[in-house]
């Protein structure tokens, strides 16, 4: 690689790293937000928070990586045409398409990293996720036992502890079910421990009472007991059935086990195709958006305020690309056969930068120098 190339190339993925790292953040508290609030507020801990968050990261990495390829491409070319230093190599013979080498580099190193996101960290990470959801929604101490606060793990159950000893032993414990409109329930005990066999969690009562009234007759019986086990099983695991995430199976899987997974899950060839196909798709259009970044930056000519209309311009142009995307998946989805259709943003992207790339090599004044017909008594050539 020439030296102007590297020197490029390097300026081109410093700035990649940096416009990334910073909106990978901006995504990231984002999320964090409605994290922190769910996991903290069922008493998780920080540590598993922050496991949380790593583990969406492959997923916000994967939404800015565009993004940021297109900021850094723009960004610096604007900086070596302002600062002369694209005008230099163009004064000596470079053409466009010879000074576009480091964004398509550019384009290429993005396009692998994010088929290493999409192809192995993401799918292993949401695998991870749905395990540690899994976890968090049977971790009976997070979701039911808070010390000194009324509960209602289920309609028509309250539950009141008084205390946790360091130990995990329950003081002063007292739980109401009125689920059964004609009974109702109460136990209080003085202690009491959690058992877990299995996917079964139950509540041993120590030294306690147990009043059970019949609404019918309105009758209260009570009885002491030396201790009692309460299943608690429905009141941690209601409503909580894992589902069969797509995103979440490796890509030798999706190729190789097709008929398996359709079988097993019973969705369509058509979404399962749409899933694998844009995991290329992400990474080619990473080429395509390095490309549109550059060519957009060369169609103006010097300018020591920049080139920011043409930016603009090139931003207007990503949007377009990223609509384009949004709407050739659901024809995927309906017809399998119609994958191709996921790579046209592609197409799209590097096709509107070879023009642009072939009118910066030939500007518009050129192609109409070479129609407009001149004068007879050459005004017009003067002109």
Same mark, same amino acid.
Request: glycine share 8%; aromatic share 10%; net charge neutral.
């Given at each position: 690689?020439?030296?102007?190339?590297?020197?490029?190339?390097?300026?081109?993925?410093?700035?990649?790293?940096?416009?990334?790292?910073?909106?990978?953040?901006?995504?990231?508290?984002?999320?964090?937000?409605?994290?922190?609030?769910?996991?903290?507020?069922?008493?998780?801990?920080?540590?598993?928070?922050?496991?949380?968050?790593?583990?969406?990261?492959?997923?916000?990495?994967?939404?800015?990586?565009?993004?940021?390829?297109?900021?850094?491409?723009?960004?610096?070319?604007?900086?070596?045409?302002?600062?002369?230093?694209?005008?230099?190599?163009?004064?000596?013979?470079?053409?466009?398409?010879?000074?576009?080498?480091?964004?398509?580099?550019?384009?290429?190193?993005?396009?692998?990293?994010?088929?290493?996101?999409?192809?192995? *960290? +993401?799918?292993? #990470?949401?695998?991870? =996720?749905?395990?540690?959801?899994? &976890?968090?929604?049977?971790?009976?101490?997070? $979701? @039911?036992?808070?010390?000194?606060?009324?509960?209602?793990?289920?309609?028509?159950?309250?539950?009141?502890?008084?205390?946790?000893?360091?130990?995990?032993?329950?003081?002063?414990?007292?739980?109401?079910?009125?689920?059964?409109?004609?009974?109702?329930?109460?136990?209080?005990?003085?202690?009491?421990?959690?058992?877990?066999?299995?996917?079964?969690?139950?509540?041993?009562?120590?030294?306690?009472?147990?009043?059970?009234?019949?609404?019918?007759?309105?009758?209260?019986?009570?009885?002491?007991?030396?201790?009692?086990?309460?299943?608690?099983?429905?009141?941690?695991?209601?409503?909580?059935?894992?589902?069969?995430? *797509? +995103?979440?199976? #490796?890509?030798?899987? =999706?190729?190789?086990?097709?008929? &398996?997974?359709?079988?097993?899950?019973?969705? $369509? @060839?058509?979404?399962?195709?749409?899933?694998?196909?844009?995991?290329?798709?992400?990474?080619?259009?990473?080429?395509?958006?390095?490309?549109?970044?550059?060519?957009?930056?060369?169609?103006?000519?010097?300018?020591?305020?920049?080139?920011?209309?043409?930016?603009?311009?090139?931003?207007?142009?990503?949007?377009?690309?990223?609509?384009?995307?949004?709407?050739?998946?659901?024809?995927?989805?309906?017809?399998?056969?119609?994958?191709?259709?996921?790579?046209?943003?592609?197409?799209?992207?590097?096709?509107?930068?070879?023009?642009?790339?072939?009118?910066?090599?030939?500007?518009?004044?050129?192609?109409?120098?070479?129609?407009?017909?001149? #004068?007879?008594?050459?005004?017009?050539?003067?002109?």
């Amino acid at each position: 690689m020439h030296r102007y190339d590297r020197y490029v190339l390097s300026q081109y993925l410093l700035f990649f790293g940096f416009f990334a790292l910073i909106l990978v953040i901006v995504f990231w508290i984002n999320r964090a937000v409605s994290l922190f609030d769910r996991l903290i507020g069922d008493g998780q801990s920080a540590m598993v928070f922050l496991e949380f968050t790593a583990l969406i990261l492959p997923t916000l990495i994967r939404t800015v990586m565009p993004i940021s390829v297109f900021v850094a491409a723009a960004y610096v070319t604007n900086r070596l045409m302002r600062e002369s230093e694209m005008t230099v190599m163009q004064a000596t013979g470079s053409s466009p398409w010879r000074l576009a080498r480091p964004a398509l580099a550019l384009g290429l190193t993005a396009a692998l990293m994010m088929a290493i996101l999409t192809n192995v *960290l +993401r799918p292993a #990470s949401i695998t991870q =996720l749905e395990l540690r959801e899994a &976890e968090v929604a049977q971790n009976v101490t997070a $979701s @039911l036992l808070k010390a000194g606060t009324f509960l209602h793990p289920a309609g028509g159950v309250t539950v009141y502890i008084r205390e946790i000893a360091p130990d995990g032993t329950l003081r002063d414990l007292y739980l109401s079910d009125r689920r059964d409109p004609n009974e109702g329930q109460t136990y209080t005990s003085a202690q009491a421990y959690l058992v877990r066999e299995g996917q079964r969690a139950s509540l041993v009562m120590v030294d306690g009472t147990a009043q059970q009234l019949a609404t019918a007759t309105g009758t209260l019986s009570t009885t002491r007991f030396a201790d009692f086990s309460y299943d608690i099983t429905s009141l941690v695991t209601q409503d909580r059935q894992t589902s069969f995430d *797509l +995103r979440g199976v #490796s890509t030798p899987a =999706l190729i190789w086990d097709r008929d &398996e997974i359709l079988a097993q899950e019973g969705m $369509s @060839l058509g979404r399962l195709v749409e899933e694998l196909h844009q995991r290329f798709a992400w990474a080619t259009v990473c080429v395509a958006v390095a490309l549109v970044g550059f060519a957009t930056l060369t169609l103006g000519g010097y300018s020591r305020f920049g080139q920011w209309p043409q930016a603009l311009g090139g931003f207007v142009i990503l949007i377009g690309l990223e609509i384009l995307r949004g709407m050739v998946a659901p024809p995927v989805v309906r017809s399998p056969d119609l994958w191709p259709l996921l790579y046209l943003p592609t197409l799209a992207g590097v096709m509107i930068a070879s023009l642009f790339l072939a009118l910066a090599g030939r500007p518009v004044r050129v192609l109409l120098a070479g129609i407009w017909p001149p #004068s007879r008594d050459g005004r017009a050539d003067a002109a």
